[in-house]
């Protein structure tokens, strides 16, 4: 099997995006997928138990970028989102199987970018931090992760632990062979 430096930051990014920050909302981020080039999706699901009216309220997709407090793109959310169902969006130059969805340049991100998921200017979920550049490094520092609500799912809390540079291009290394 070969893995390379980008597959290892790739897959910490989605165990971190499968733990999501703020877990007592209903709609919340449910998957962050960063591939290569612009194969770059984000996944917003209904885990309630009742329909969102998106328009009832004013719902965002926020992209916070390379430590930015400032807002860059946003999607705002309209539609009606039954339980159980997903909105995605994904990066208009993404490979075909990437695109799900609609396009929406909220899919911008580079993996240390922070993804702020709001109600009525309220953050109800986020994916990383607004104001915090840490590069790849900060994805792999130890971080408590508490577990999502997810139904018929056990997960337990997990943390993270950083991994020195010259052990994990060591270790991606010695697994490419």
Not at 40 to 66: M, P, Q, R
Request: aromatic share 6%; glycine share 10%.
């Amino acid at each position: 099997m070969r893995i390379t430096m980008s597959a290892v930051a790739t897959a910490t990014a989605i165990v971190l995006g499968t733990f999501s920050a703020a877990a007592n909302a209903d709609l919340l981020i449910t998957e962050y997928i960063e591939g290569s080039s612009n194969n770059k999706a984000i996944e917003i699901s209904n885990l309630g138990s009742s329909a969102i009216d998106l328009d009832a309220n004013a719902y965002k997709l926020t992209l916070f970028g390379n430590g930015s407090t400032d807002p860059g793109n946003t999607e705002t959310l309209t539609g009606i989102l039954q339980p159980g169902k997903s909105l995605v969006f994904h990066n208009a130059g993404a490979a075909d199987p990437f695109k799900i969805g609609n396009a929406s340049t909220v899919t911008f991100f580079n993996g240390d970018d922070a993804l702020v998921l709001t109600k009525d200017d309220a953050v109800i979920d986020r994916f990383g931090k607004r104001g915090e550049d840490q590069g790849l490094l900060g994805l792999m520092q130890t971080t408590p992760i508490s577990p999502p609500r997810i139904k018929h799912c056990a997960v337990k809390p997990v943390s993270l632990r950083v991994i020195p540079w010259p052990r994990l291009i060591s270790l991606a290394l010695s697994i490419s062979g």
